[in-house]
């Protein structure tokens, strides 16, 4: 089992650090503490830290934060970061007026 999977291995209590309030990412206001804090409360991987506080979720999509959310994920369980799998990437989304999908045309031109 590796030991990442593993969950019920102790990881030591949570201690506050001096930098725990130094942003990692920017794009979602979220800091090192808060990363360091979600793996103590049970979040092994890189997708669960993902889905929990958002990061690498913002306009950078991880560009910015995605080594060090993995650094900081890997120190705390004690780990290689080669021994994390990277979080699934997706293509930015932007809203869209709907009457550009529709292919809505007002006098051979979309409106």
């Avoid at 804090?37 to 890189?46: E, L």
């Amino acid at each position: 089992m590796s030991k990442i999977n593993d969950r019920s291995r102790d990881i030591g209590e949570f201690k506050i650090q001096s930098d725990d309030n130094m942003i990692i990412c920017r794009c979602e206001e979220i800091t090192k503490g808060q990363i360091r804090r979600a793996v103590h409360d049970g979040m092994f991987t890189i997708a669960e830290i993902r889905r929990y506080l958002r990061t690498g979720m913002g306009l950078c999509q991880g560009q910015t934060c995605g080594k060090l959310v993995k650094g900081i994920v890997a120190r705390e369980l004690g780990i290689s970061p080669l021994e994390l799998e990277p979080a699934v990437s997706r293509a930015p989304m932007r809203p869209i007026d709907m009457k550009i999908l529709g292919n809505e045309r007002k006098g051979g031109k979309i409106t």
